[in-house]
């Protein structure tokens, strides 16, 4: 009779061992199918994270371009000032000494004040081109960093997933899915955003 219970241990040992690993395998699966979603998420993010930031240098790329362009009509508008102011000068030359100037250097200053309110109003619309595409483009950043931080969760959740799947540790995983979640309301605000 001793052999027999030696016999029916070891039917228990193996079948409580058995019971453990499909446990564990459902654990595991369940792990495996999460840090899954999470990494294809985590890529998605990246995706996202990536595009923002390339238009963000694009619109940035194109306000620098519109900031020479503005200091460009402003060093004209300074420009036919100087001209404005010169054919002043030269109209007061004349009248101070007590001659008739030209015509022309009245019409002169004039044409050129007329020019620099046109040059004024080219230079303030640039400006505000160019200050629409730095509003833009800082817009961009900002969901950027945040797609970002979707992505670092999800690279924790993943990592965690892993040590869970090793230790089979349900509490592991649940921290795992935790920090999956918060990258999703990550990822999904940014995306209302």
Request: charged share 25%; net charge negative.
């Amino acid at each position: 009779m001793p052999e027999g219970s030696e016999v029916e241990i070891e039917r228990v040992h193996e079948t409580i061992h058995e019971e453990l690993e499909r446990g564990g395998g459902v654990l595991l699966r369940r792990i495996a199918l999460t840090t899954a979603l999470f990494a294809a998420l985590a890529a998605i993010t990246s995706l996202r994270a990536g595009g923002t930031v390339n238009e963000a240098l694009r619109l940035e790329t194109t306000a620098t371009r519109l900031q020479a362009e503005v200091s460009d009509q402003w060093a004209y508008y300074q420009a036919k000032g100087v001209k404005g102011a010169v054919a002043e000068a030269t109209r007061a030359a004349w009248l101070a000494a007590g001659k008739q100037p030209p015509r022309e250097h009245g019409t002169k200053q004039e044409r050129y004040a007329d020019e620099q309110k046109e040059i004024q109003d080219q230079a303030r619309a640039l400006e505000k081109k160019r200050d629409e595409k730095e509003h833009e483009a800082e817009h961009l950043m900002n969901l950027h960093h945040h797609f970002a931080a979707g992505v670092a969760l999800f690279q924790v959740a993943i990592a965690l997933g892993a040590v869970a799947a090793l230790t089979q540790r349900q509490l592991v995983w649940l921290f795992s899915i935790t920090l999956g979640v918060v990258g999703i309301a990550f990822f999904a605000g940014t995306m209302l955003t």
